[in-house]
């Protein structure tokens, strides 16, 4: 949902350029990356070369594709993952103390740990960062939607929420102090065992606050940029390129070996010739769609150039709302679910397996309870008995797709038809008409999903308290015209925070369907739950009835292939939305 006191016109334009969300590989999770054959500059300087697509902004605290670049060593945080991206290492913080209850971290900053200009990375770098994050005007919490505020309620900071729903106005109240230089403290509301990996989302990153406030309008442009990763920014052409240099004064300097990377900032292409600069030496790593995957794979040569990130995200489908009343039935919702035939879908390209929930088998406890089995005969008594037999007086089941390639999305529609008899079709938008047409009333008997791929940590908390959370849930499961209320006070600029949040609560609590509150409940149980196995066992009985709404669809869990030049050293795949750090790089012959 959009920022608090920011229209959705408003947060539309702020992703004009990204593709977010979409579907496909080139989304929010992650995109397509390149190199370069020129190992060395003119000047005998390293040299890699990245492809990316655009980036409106260089803000962490904005969801757009620009986060994710700065996670890969633009930006440095308190902890970053570690190779497999199952635990955390030191970052800016070189060591933490954790109290005896779980709730209150403590953190101790480097004392070398400096911005690009010189200046320290101190406590209170953060702390203000952490408020900028929190207040109102930065947006509504637990998003994952382009531009919206990024902070992840599942991080669980006390306070963080209330703070940015506008319900807490008393900064001294929420869980971030900083104690001197050097020392941060952050509390949090209850135990959160992934606490430590949720601080490597992009949202948790600093900012240079008196930058920030003293230039409001050009503090990301260059050379006013300022980071305090392992590179830092210093040339920002719009739709064109990012040029990286190491941050000469990032603390451990000596381990950063690229001379020079740049970031070309281009559209994604589902084009046959997409490999072609890969292929005739000019690129160093690119990321490969399904029909190039294949033929790497038969390549002598270059399948030993193909590298694969299994189970990394999932392609999911998403109610669409209409005027029609079709799908405000779960049991036609759940037909679709049933017949999508997900094994074959699976076979399409490679590196695919059913995803049978949207909580995916990488994360620590999953097992089928959660579940869905396809059952085609299932599906046709269910369409029949909301009085739709063999599909009759069903209206075209549109799937609203804003990417460039739409073969799992065509490979969908044919086992909606194949299995049930019934009419669908794929309706390919541009993006931006896309990200637009999601969040509307569909007129008239337009009924369908939406398509879109997103990837996070495999953590319960993640899984079931972000990604689709219980609010997004119940905002789905509105009726339209109530979905139509809650936009109008979405949109309502005179409204001050805590009313509108209180309005917007009000709104759920009365119209959104009883299992979405439900989900709402056990999550908010399994938060507080300080027994390991009864939060589990809380998480997953949210799992499972989120799944029985069939209001999202999980439809594969993807991998991801890359194909890397051997000259390329130091790739660390890690199956997470920014795919990699930068800071291990090197490139040699």
Not at 211 to 220: F, I, S
Not at 445 to 463: D, E, H, K, S, V
Not at 489 to 510: H, I
């Amino acid at each position: 949902m959009p920022p608090v006191g920011q229209t959705r016109r408003d947060f539309l334009r702020l992703s004009g350029l990204t593709i977010a969300a979409l579907g496909g590989s080139w989304s929010l999770t992650g995109c397509g990356l390149f190199g370069d054959d020129n190992d060395k500059a003119a000047n005998g300087q390293s040299t890699l070369k990245i492809d990316y697509v655009p980036v409106e902004v260089l803000d962490p605290q904005v969801i757009t594709n620009g986060m994710w670049i700065l996670s890969r060593g633009i930006s440095e945080g308190l902890v970053t993952q570690t190779e497999k991206g199952d635990n955390v290492q030191p970052a800016v913080a070189s060591e933490w103390k954790v109290s005896d209850d779980n709730l209150t971290y403590t953190f101790t900053l480097r004392d070398k740990a400096q911005w690009s200009d010189g200046k320290p990375v101190v406590a209170k770098d953060f702390e203000r960062t952490y408020k900028r994050l929190f207040t109102p005007a930065g947006g509504s919490a637990g998003g994952t939607t382009l531009g919206a505020n990024s902070y992840q309620t599942a991080t669980g900071i006390k306070g963080a929420q209330d703070f940015l729903s506008g319900v807490l106005t008393d900064w001294s109240k929420v869980g971030v102090k900083a104690n001197g230089d050097h020392e941060l403290v952050l509390t949090l509301s209850n135990p959160n065992p992934d606490f430590l990996l949720a601080l490597t989302h992009p949202a948790m990153l600093p900012l240079p606050m008196d930058l920030v406030e003293g230039k409001p309008k050009d503090w990301q442009n260059p050379p006013n940029y300022v980071s305090n990763g392992p590179y830092t920014v210093t040339e920002w052409v719009a739709n064109s390129r990012l040029i990286l240099v190491p941050n000469e004064k990032y603390w451990d300097r000596d381990n950063v070996k690229v001379d020079r990377i740049q970031v070309n900032l281009v559209e994604p292409s589902a084009a046959a010739t997409a490999t072609v600069p890969y292929e005739n030496g000019e690129t160093d790593l690119v990321q490969l769609a399904g029909p190039d995957v294949l033929r790497f794979q038969k390549d002598a040569d270059l399948s030993k150039q193909l590298e694969q990130t299994e189970n990394y995200s999932i392609l999911y489908l998403a109610k669409l709302r209409s005027q029609h009343k079709a799908m405000e039935d779960v049991r036609v919702r759940k037909a679709l679910s049933l017949a999508l035939d997900r094994k074959t879908l699976a076979g399409v390209q490679p590196g695919q397996e059913p995803g049978v929930s949207l909580v995916t088998s990488r994360t620590a406890g999953w097992d089928e309870s959660i579940g869905i089995k396809d059952d085609a005969a299932e599906a046709k008594r269910l369409l029949a008995e909301a009085g739709y037999p063999n599909g009759q007086g069903l209206p075209p089941v549109r799937l609203l797709v804003g990417v460039p390639d739409t073969t799992l999305a065509d490979a969908i529609v044919d086992s909606w038809t194949k299995q049930l008899g019934i009419k669908a079709s794929v309706d390919h938008v541009e993006a931006g008409v896309y990200t637009e047409r999601r969040w509307q009333v569909q007129k008239g008997n337009y009924i369908g999903f939406y398509y879109g791929t997103f990837a996070g940590l495999p953590t319960w908390p993640t899984m079931v308290g972000s990604l689709w959370s219980p609010k997004n849930v119940q905002e789905i499961s509105l009726p339209s015209d109530q979905w139509q209320k809650y936009q109008a006070l979405q949109d309502n600029k005179n409204l001050k925070p805590a009313d509108k949040t209180a309005q917007l609560n009000a709104v759920l609590a009365e119209h959104a369907t009883a299992p979405a509150r439900e989900i709402g409940a056990l999550v908010d149980k399994a938060n507080v739950e300080p027994d390991d196995a009864k939060r589990m066992g809380l998480y997953k009985q949210a799992a499972k009835l989120r799944e029985e709404q069939y209001l999202y669809l999980p439809v594969l869990w993807l991998s991801l292939f890359h194909a890397v030049k051997p000259k390329v050293h130091g790739l660390q795949l890690r199956a997470y939305p920014d795919y990699f750090y930068l800071k291990p790089l090197s490139v040699g012959s």
